[in-house]
């Protein structure tokens, strides 16, 4: 792709709706998975032969399926992008609200490392989404760069910390609520 001002536009633009339907289908997946659990909606999970079939499953299907379409397409259309970018997002929150499970196999639903996974890859969409073009960089930009990096170590170190407290204070419900759920 050359680096026209109109394709980098679409880039962008491109880029903006992932980093919403990311982030909307992150929030979706847990407030459903919340409900569930408290039994306030009918269990949806997906059982098989009585294995549940967790929804990173959904997203690493649905991240094969962009993956096939766009390699063995040699000109993918405008839409056919857009619908694509949809997918992939929809697809990478699946995955990655699930990303503590990849190595805590049978593992709670509610580990640190899903969001904090979740949050770096906003954080990267983010940037993608909505940081000038390198050449067009100046000053002002970075000293927004800059600051925007400190306030983010900030609400890391905030966060950390308070990921402690509010872990002890509310885990122990969250993990009653997933034993108690369904299965």
Not at 140 to 158: G, P, R
Request: aromatic residues 12%.
């Amino acid at each position: 792709m050359n680096n026209t001002r109109g394709e980098m536009t679409e880039v962008r633009e491109l880029a903006r709706q992932v980093f919403l339907a990311f982030l909307l289908t992150f929030i979706g997946a847990r407030v459903l998975v919340i409900l569930i659990m408290t039994r306030r909606i009918p269990d949806m999970f997906l059982h098989t032969r009585g294995t549940h079939v967790h929804h990173l499953n959904y997203g690493i299907f649905l991240l094969s399926g962009v993956g096939a379409l766009l390699v063995f397409l040699t000109q993918p259309s405008l839409r056919l992008r857009k619908l694509c970018a949809l997918l992939y997002a929809v697809g990478m929150a699946l995955t990655f609200d699930e990303f503590g499970m990849w190595f805590h196999l049978g593992g709670s639903y509610w580990q640190r490392g899903s969001f904090d996974a979740v949050i770096v890859l906003l954080s990267a969409f983010g940037c993608i989404a909505f940081m000038p073009k390198l050449e067009r960089m100046r000053t002002h930009h970075l000293a927004s760069i800059a600051a925007a990096a400190i306030a983010v170590v900030a609400f890391y170190v905030l966060l950390f910390d308070s990921a402690e407290k509010i872990g002890a204070r509310f885990g122990p419900r969250l993990q009653g609520i997933e034993q108690s759920g369904p299965q």
